[in-house]
């Protein structure tokens, strides 16, 4: 038996390291450790409660904004602040296009080099790939030029010697299927995602000055409408807004979801690897109505256990049975022992690292080997993310979500099952960013249309001073992250925070062992996953990364 | 006690004009820098309008600036005073260095604190009123490092910028600390406003002693049997 | 013009602009460099030959390095104007290790991160995002089983410059922030033997790394810096001085909370805790996101992400100044000034009258004594 170690696993945000145990060509147990932490639960304490959803967002940087919204859903919740229609919609407006931004980055710039081979694109035609271009797609860009064009550039930047960030990659491996074309195709995307990605990102910095880490505001938007004034949000920033928007949904259509289907259909061995736990927990998002409204939000809440998708079950995050978190392999202590688990109004967070003194070999995974806590829902492991999304919504039977399923399904020739597996989560992360990129216009309609009747508020003031708070409060703030289901859980005392927990989506998938030694997500889908080669472990990236794993958000 | 009416006054020349045209300068712009100051920290007005037409914040700050100057200069005045003035105006004789200026200053904190022990007039500075003058002129000097600090950081020419950084460099590079310290001491001179005008009155009244007069003509009568036993007499 | 620089702009324009075109946005990002860098129109020649040199000949090696950060400032980058973070990784420089980006794994991402140091020995330009951790011998942060200040101990001898991108990694950011459990330090705190330059910011602004790298690319030297490190082609103004708001500000015209009639006009965030008169960065001007927007711009107070521990300076950040610590409880400054001025002017009355009534009192006494006294010579007869 072969123990293999990837750390840094690159292309994640953060820190994340993966010990593995190969034996006959397959992992058959796997270690997920992260190796950062800063401790924002703990720089939190003390301070204004209007502050922390600032210092929540540093938590990272990729899905910026959604700690800041989980903070800032929190604190209303605990002061019972109610936002205005037009500052929720402007937020779902934002949540939204983040969402889509941070998954179309995740396929193209994250993901794809697993499935892409970048040197062999330079064996392409660009003729044939032109025609590839065409037959999925009628993306503008596909011309033999442009991608003979944009060849040329990679065999210039390749003869130069000097890869950059594409050297002493996995180039060689044989599970790499795409052909050449399909690579070039991929390659020229690479790049427009790059450019447009940082064009559609506008839509954050004109509602939050500048992105990464806009700015929000507890109870509402700190932008103000006054189609009157050159200085604020008017007609023409709302244009600009629109514009991005039709951008930002013309790409997904017409770049994403094809190449994503142009691909996948090379790699549907993947429809069989990668499954893991099998259970699934989403939140929910986009309310419709107040935060709170459970039953009015776009995307639902729910649980699904083991597969089963003819049950959704209730989720409350606020029972202390539900969402809970052990520490008996994570770097943390519980003042009542490391075997109970606690739920995050409870919750503790005091470091005690055990593991090996750096530098070191091998991680201690009998004992404590990850700074991040192992989240459990009624006690079971739970993935959460754009697959588990998008099966609650299918298993409720939201239209808007089961007919794109059905079609990348279909399109696919696969079954439904396909869903659990690591092709599977990367496809419903595509299947999302559609569903999103459709809401998009809708939201932008009815921010239009409130903002016609005359409906300009965007901030609640009532509980502004905290003077109108009482003595202590408590809150839940729950967001849909990109990677899947956040909470942040606040306690307000005499106007300051006392105590605060975040359990992240990161934490959830990329958590290690509980006290009852169940492993986590990431470690259950990478049992049974092959190992051609345990030199070039090229595999195991494919299935991590199809979490879109980010550890500073996990372990913040 | 005795008959006040019938003892002799004395009569002394006790501030000379530097000392007197520093004063009135120093109460001018520290109320001047007081008032605009707490107008630059809590604006308490929002006039709508175009913006172009109206500088009302950008007048009041002007205002501080320049009072700020008038300030900087009155304390340059008076401290070079204290080397070539008359005696009551000398550092050598204001700074408490001596065990017997301890003394003194105990006295007439004690007579203070309790009126039945007799609070007497002295011909220069009263021991105490002698300490408190050099606490303000530290606090003057303070008022002026971080204001002068907060205003290189508005001026961006080579001299401001460097005299800017040796500022902030005092304040470990927190220009935010500078300005809640430079606020704060608003505070400490409204404090001692309060209190400066009490005891000068007090001093009037208690020991019929010239005082505000002589701030502005630099004569001092006094009763002779109001003088401390210490105090110099002519 | 060479084919290098046709190069640089067909990677983001995807080609489908000609030449002339091409040439022209070139000489207008020249053009925004030079003003960004503080050099007058003269020298945007003298960029374009630099850039064009740089782009033909062996690219200047970038080792990019994170630690205790959230990889904001590389989201950041990936924002970046002009050049485009294509534009350079791919002709100006040679990203050679950047975790987030690069394609390989393991292994082989340390192994790509030892053979760029080996060939660019002395030359390798260290971007540091997030802040190291010091305490407990630095195990907050560890990369391939060694921390983030062993990571820094074997890359300094190759190293030209460390430049620490973003406020984490330049001042400790938002990990040092009280009570900073991990003991987390900025770069400057740690790194010894090579210059070290500070780009502020949670996060930096792209345009100013770029700006950065440019101006190396051109003038073969590294930029003036402030003394906090800071290139003062960027951090050599306040935000106040530069912000657009600022007539609202000279005319006294605020928004008083958000959202009311002041905050639809535009007015100035002064009184909603703006930190722009203490803040030294050039968001104002340069803007963020090819110049969609900036904090001020879109109706928040700037809260200084770019300043030394802001996190713990200038919160809470809906205050202008900090609260200060007096008597047990924390309290605003003008609260606590008025307060003790109130309890003087009382301190002060009382004092009038306890002398007057002491005063009062004797001079009863005395009178008393005197007609005693008058008394006494004079026994009464019979
Ligand atoms: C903010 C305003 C003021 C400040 C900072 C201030 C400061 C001072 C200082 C530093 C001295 C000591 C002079 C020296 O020997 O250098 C002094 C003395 C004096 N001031 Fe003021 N002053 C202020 C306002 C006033 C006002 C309004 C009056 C009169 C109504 C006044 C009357 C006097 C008198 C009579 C003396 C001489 C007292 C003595 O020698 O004990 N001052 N003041
Ligand atoms: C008795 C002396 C002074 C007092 C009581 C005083 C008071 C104040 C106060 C209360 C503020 C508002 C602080 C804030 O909220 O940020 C202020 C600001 C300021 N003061 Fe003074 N000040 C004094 C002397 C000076 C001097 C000598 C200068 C030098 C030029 C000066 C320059 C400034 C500057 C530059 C500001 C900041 C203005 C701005 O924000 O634009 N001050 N002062
Ligand atoms: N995990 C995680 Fe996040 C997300 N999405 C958030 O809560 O990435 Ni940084
Ligand atoms: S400076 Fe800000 S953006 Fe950069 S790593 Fe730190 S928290 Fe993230
Ligand atoms: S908004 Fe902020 S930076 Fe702009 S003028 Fe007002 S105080 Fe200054
Ligand atoms: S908050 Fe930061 S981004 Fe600029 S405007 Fe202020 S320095
Ligand atoms: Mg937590």
Known sequence: MARIVVDPITRIEGHLRIEAEVDGGRIVRAYSSCTMWRGVERILIGRDPRDAWAFAQRICGVCTTVHAYASIRAVEDALGIDVPPLAQAFRNLMIATQNVHDHVM????????????????????????????????????????????????????????????????????????????ADLLAVAHYLEALDWQRRVIRILTFLGGKDPHPNFLVGGVPLSVNLASPSVVNAEVLSMIKTHIDELKTFVEKVYIPDLLAIAGFYKEWAQWGAGVGNYLAYGELPDGKTNQVDRLYLPRGAILGRDLRTVHDVDPKDPEQVQESVAHSYYRYGRGDDVLLHPFEGETEPHYTGPKPPYEYLNVESKYSWLKAPRWRGHSMEVGPLARMLVAYAKGKPYVKAKVDYVLQKLDA???????????????????????????????????????????????LKWDPETWPREAKGFGYMEAPRGALGHWVT???????????????????????????PGPYEAALEGTPIQNPEAPLELLRTVHSFDPCMACAAH | MAERSESRIIYMKVWQAPIRIAHWLMFASVVTLGITGYLIGNPPFSAPGEASRIYTLGTIRFLHFLAGYVLL???????????????????????????????????????????????????????LGNLVYLLVYLGVLFSIVTGFTLYAHQQYTPFWRTLGAWGLALFGYNLNFVHLLHRLMLWFFAIFLVVHLYLVVYTVVVTRTTQIDTMISGKKFVFEEELAPEAEKP | MGDGIQTLHTWERSGLLDDAWSRREFLKFCGRMAVLLGLSDAFIPRIARALETAIQNRRPSIVWLEFQDCAGNTESFTRADSPSVAQAVLEAVSLDYHETLMAAAGHRAEEAR???????????????????????????????????????????????????????????????????PTGAVGVEDVVRTKPVINLPGCPANPDVLMGLLVHYLVFNRLPDLDAQRRPLFAFGKRIHDTCERRPHFDAGQFALAFDDYGARQGYCLYKLGCKGPETYNICASLRWNMQASWPVKAGHPCIGCSERDFWDRFT???????????????????????????????????????????????????????????AKPNPPEG
């Open chain 1, 106 to 181: 995740h396929f193209y710039h994250l993901h794809a080099l697993d499935w892409v081979n970048v040197p062999n694109a330079l064996k392409a035609d660009p003729k044939q790939t032109a025609d590839l271009a065409h037959a999925i797609s009628d993306w503008p860009n596909s011309s033999e030029a442009y991608f003979r064009d944009v060849q040329s550039k990679l065999k210039k930047f390749v003869e130069s010697g000097q890869l950059g960030i594409f050297d002493n990659a996995y180039w060689d491996h044989p599970a790499y299927k795409l052909p050449p074309e």
């Open chain 1, 415 to 461: 079954p439904l099952t396909a869903l659990f597996s690591t092709l599977g989560r990367t496809a419903a992360r595509a299947i999302e960013a559609w569903v999103m990129a459709e809401y998009l216009p809708q939201v932008y309609d009815r921010i239009i249309s409130l903002i016609r009747m005359g409906d300009t508020t965007t901030f609640n003031a």
């Open chain 1, 492 to 518: 307000i005392r005499d106007g300051k925070i006392a105590h605060y927990q975040c359990v992240v989506p990161s934490t959830w998938n990329g958590g290690p062992r509980d006290a009852a030694g169940q």
């Open chain 2, 73 to 127: 200069a009155s304390f340059l005045l008076r401290l070079y005073w204290g080397f070539v003035g008359n005696r009551f105006s000398r550092w050598a004789t204001m700074l408490p260095v001596r065990k017997w200026q301890w003394r003194w200053i105990w006295g007439e904190t004690r007579s203070l604190l309790w009126p039945r022990i007799r609070y007497y007039a002295y011909t220069g500075h009263a021991p």
């Open chain 3, 114 to 180: 030892h053979k760029a140091l080996e060939a660019h020995r002395g030359q390798v330009i260290v971007v540091v995002e997030g802040s190291i951790p010091t305490k407990d011998d630095g195990i907050y942060c560890t990369i391939g089983g060694k921390t983030a200040l062993q990571i820094i101990r074997e890359v300094e001898p190759y190293a030209l410059v460390f430049v620490a991108v973003g406020t984490c990694a330049a001042f400790g950011g938002l990990p040092k922030a009280n009570p900073n």
């Open chain 3, 316 to 374: 809470p950040f809906y205050e202008r100044l900090p609260e200060v610590r007096a008597f047990g409880v924390e309290q605003r400054a003008d609260r606590l000034g008025g307060t003790l001025v109130g309890v003087t002017a009382v301190g002060v009355l009382a004092h009038a009258l306890y002398t007057w009534a002491v005063r009062r009192a004797e001079r009863k006494a005395e009178e008393l004594a005197k007609k005693e006294g008058e």
